[in-house]
């Protein structure tokens, strides 16, 4: 089985802090993606990952960047907390070509709460 | 358009079988998944099926598909208080990179 392992379930930052997420998976999958989960507006996509070193916005980029030193790491980072990010935020992994069937695995979640 | 659609609730007894909708935007070639979401977790893969099938069927599930009026049916049998939860219809386009998900159909099964 696939696993998409996030670092935390739950986080509580401040405003302006600097804040990590971590997504980490073991089936040597090519593609890595991070979306953010808001009731009424389902997944947004944030970044996304087809390769080492390599990043691509999504749909909501703003606010955020994105490292993938790693091809089984890819984090998110958000430079200055914003009550505005707190969010559930999900990470998904996929196998082969991005263009290609493959189906996303997700992660359980971090719901990210910015006081 | 982008929209995947689907409806926002079904209550259905335990025991009886649920049915949930959704319509996409593109019939000529995609690809098209159901996933399931428990309270605070993450998204589980249930099922997948390319446009070329009429059907599909895994234990309690079967997916249908009617390419013609681009709807997406997943039907859970003997439903059980388990199968509660949020169900995501999902949509890729052949050649496309990005995958377009419903805002999930959230299934309340009563006792």
């Known amino acids: 089985d696939v696993k998409v392992t996030q670092s935390s379930r739950y986080l509580v930052k401040r405003t302006g802090e600097k804040v990590f997420l971590e997504c980490v998976q073991d089936?040597?999958?090519?593609?890595m993606f991070w979306y953010r989960q808001d009731p009424g507006l389902g997944l947004r996509l944030i970044y996304f990952?087809?390769?080492?070193?390599?990043?691509e916005k999504g749909d909501i980029p703003e606010g955020y960047s994105v490292s993938r030193e790693k091809k089984e790491r890819f984090s998110l980072i958000l430079e200055s907390a914003s009550t505005n990010q707190t969010s559930m935020y999900l990470c998904a992994s996929s196998f082969g070509q991005l263009y290609s069937n493959q189906p996303q695995h997700f992660g359980d979640g971090t719901r990210l709460s910015i006081l | 358009g982008e929209d995947v659609e689907q409806s926002l609730f079904l209550s259905v007894r335990e025991g009886d079988s649920s049915v949930i909708n959704c319509t996409y935007t593109d019939s000529s070639s995609t690809y098209l998944y159901w996933y399931k979401q428990e309270p605070g977790a993450g998204l589980q893969l249930l099922t997948y099926?390319?446009?070329?099938?009429d059907m599909k069927q895994d234990q309690r599930l079967t997916v249908l598909l009617n390419k013609k009026d681009k709807h997406l049916s997943l039907r859970i049998a003997d439903t059980q208080t388990g199968d509660s939860a949020i169900y995501f219809c999902?949509?890729?386009?052949?050649?496309?990179?990005?995958?377009?998900f419903g805002a999930g159909t959230r299934l309340f099964v009563k006792a």
């Open positions: 099926i390319f446009s070329n099938m």
């Open positions: 999902a949509e890729k386009k052949n050649g496309g990179f990005k995958t377009i």
């Open positions: 089936m040597d999958h090519e593609n």
């Open positions: 990952s087809y390769d080492v070193k390599m990043k």
